[in-house]
């Protein structure tokens, strides 16, 4: 009995050592991962690794983050890719963190590049509200520093105004006395490189990325700025390209006259004048008083580009063109013989196009027949 009673005593005190045992080894278990959880230094390290490899997606479940208006997830990884880290990372290190109050600041000092190029990254973390495991601090990586408040853009009146691609209508607030300016104030951006673009009448644009923070708040455009959009290019450069064409062609068929020209032109009175005007000397120019004459003309190349742009209303267009050609010289009194002979070359027509009723419309052409005279005999 003495014996069983001590086997039994045994295994009783070992049972209350290994509760024991048990205890202190969950509470250690609980202590290891509260103190990981909730380090502030290894929450600013995790953030700080996934900015260095471009991971936006990660970064952003760790902020500390309210969506409002143009500010959203979708702004704060375009923010992050404006960011970027270029070039492989050499080393880095954090500094000693600065508090204050609820905040930790850590200025992370890291090296890029075979020249070990110096940079500087600051995280903030904000202490949360809520406990990890009951009884340890939650942190989030606070962003209040990257927003930007009531960033201004002016813009020429009746313009449509988009903002990183996001139609910012609603942001309208007043017009100038003049009646020249449209006002949007944006409530809040973050800081960062943000895309704006202004379209007139879906004709003309402006498109600029600009870097928003705190000292640059206003962004201004002015109808000076405006671009055509490529399809309104297009359009001109055809019509263009097309008049220069079929001057020739209308002056080498008997069968056109003026007026199938001035169909061609705008109907005004200036346009109709460079209409007849532009027909009539390309005809007394393929044949001449002489005898010669442009008998067959080739056009096989015609570059246009645009030499002046007048918003909202006026291109002015230069169309290069390359040609070879056969043409007829002339008969004198002493041979009266008549022979053909060819060549070739490139010269240049100005052709100016104004935005009347929804379409560009020809209203001058400024073009002289190609010089084909028969060269010299060698």
Same mark, same amino acid.
């Given at each position: 009995?003495?014996?069983?009673?001590k086997?039994l005593?045994f295994?009783k005190d070992?049972a209350?050592?290994?509760v024991?045992?048990?205890?202190f080894?969950?509470?250690?278990?609980?202590?290891q991962?509260g103190v990981?959880?909730?380090?502030a230094?290894?929450?600013?390290?995790?953030?700080?690794?996934y $900015?260095?490899t471009?991971n936006?997606?990660?970064?952003f479940?760790?902020v500390e983050?309210?969506?409002?208006?143009l500010?959203?997830?979708?702004?704060?990884?375009t923010?992050?890719?404006?960011?970027?880290i270029?070039?492989?990372?050499?080393?880095?290190?954090f500094?000693k963190?600065?508090?204050?109050?609820?905040?930790?600041t850590?200025?992370?000092?890291?090296y890029?590049?075979?020249?070990?190029?110096?940079?500087?990254?600051t995280?903030?973390?904000h202490k949360?509200?809520k406990?990890?495991?009951?009884?340890?601090?939650?942190?989030k990586?606070?962003?209040?520093?990257?927003y930007?408040?009531?960033?201004?853009?002016?813009?020429p009146?009746?313009t449509?105004?988009?903002?990183?691609?996001?139609d910012?209508?609603? $942001?309208k607030?007043?017009?100038?006395?003049?009646?020249?300016?449209d006002n949007?104030?944006?409530?809040?951006?973050?800081?960062?490189?943000h895309?704006i673009?202004?379209?007139?009448?879906?004709?003309n644009e402006f498109t600029?990325?600009?870097?928003?923070?705190?000292?640059?708040?206003?962004?201004?455009v002015?109808?000076?700025?405006?671009n055509?959009?490529?399809d309104?290019?297009?359009?001109?450069?055809?019509?263009?390209?097309?008049?220069?064409?079929?001057?020739?062609?209308?002056?080498?068929?008997?069968?056109?006259?003026?007026?199938?020209?001035?169909?061609?032109?705008?109907?005004?009175?200036?346009?109709?004048?460079s209409?007849?005007?532009?027909?009539?000397?390309?005809?007394?120019?393929?044949?001449?008083?002489?005898?010669?004459?442009?008998?067959?003309i080739?056009?096989?190349?015609l570059?246009?580009?645009?030499?002046? $742009?007048?918003?909202?209303?006026?291109v002015?267009?230069?169309?290069n063109?390359?040609?070879?050609f056969?043409?007829?010289?002339g008969?004198?009194l002493?041979?009266g013989?008549?022979?053909? $002979?060819n060549?070739?070359?490139?010269?240049?027509?100005v052709v100016?196009?104004n935005?009347?009723?929804?379409?560009?419309r020809?209203v001058?052409?400024?073009?002289?027949c190609?010089?084909?005279?028969?060269?010299?005999?060698?």
């Amino acid at each position: 009995m003495d014996k069983v009673k001590k086997v039994l005593g045994f295994l009783k005190d070992t049972a209350k050592i290994l509760v024991v045992l048990v205890i202190f080894g969950g509470i250690g278990v609980f202590l290891q991962f509260g103190v990981r959880g909730s380090s502030a230094r290894s929450f600013a390290d995790e953030y700080f690794s996934y $900015y260095a490899t471009n991971n936006y997606e990660e970064m952003f479940k760790m902020v500390e983050f309210e969506e409002d208006g143009l500010v959203d997830k979708e702004a704060f990884i375009t923010k992050c890719g404006s960011e970027k880290i270029y070039g492989s990372m050499n080393n880095y290190k954090f500094s000693k963190p600065a508090k204050d109050g609820d905040y930790i600041t850590y200025v992370v000092t890291y090296y890029t590049g075979k020249e070990k190029t110096q940079n500087s990254y600051t995280i903030t973390l904000h202490k949360q509200r809520k406990k990890y495991l009951l009884f340890f601090p939650v942190w989030k990586v606070s962003i209040k520093n990257d927003y930007v408040y009531d960033y201004s853009i002016d813009v020429p009146a009746g313009t449509t105004v988009t903002m990183d691609n996001r139609d910012v209508t609603r $942001y309208k607030k007043s017009t100038s006395k003049d009646g020249l300016y449209d006002n949007y104030i944006i409530d809040v951006l973050l800081k960062g490189d943000h895309t704006i673009s202004v379209v007139q009448n879906e004709t003309n644009e402006f498109t600029k990325t600009e870097y928003v923070s705190e000292d640059h708040q206003l962004t201004k455009v002015s109808s000076e700025d405006f671009n055509l959009m490529p399809d309104e290019k297009s359009k001109i450069y055809e019509y263009s390209t097309f008049i220069v064409k079929t001057v020739y062609e209308y002056a080498m068929d008997k069968r056109r006259d003026v007026n199938d020209m001035k169909i061609l032109f705008a109907n005004t009175d200036a346009a109709q004048a460079s209409a007849e005007s532009v027909y009539t000397s390309m005809l007394a120019a393929i044949e001449k008083e002489d005898g010669s004459a442009l008998s067959v003309i080739n056009i096989d190349k015609l570059t246009p580009t645009i030499k002046s $742009y007048t918003y909202p209303d006026r291109v002015t267009v230069n169309v290069n063109y390359t040609y070879d050609f056969i043409a007829t010289a002339g008969t004198s009194l002493l041979n009266g013989l008549v022979s053909n $002979y060819n060549g070739s070359g490139s010269t240049d027509a100005v052709v100016v196009l104004n935005y009347i009723d929804g379409a560009w419309r020809i209203v001058k052409v400024n073009m002289n027949c190609i010089d084909y005279s028969q060269p010299a005999p060698q």
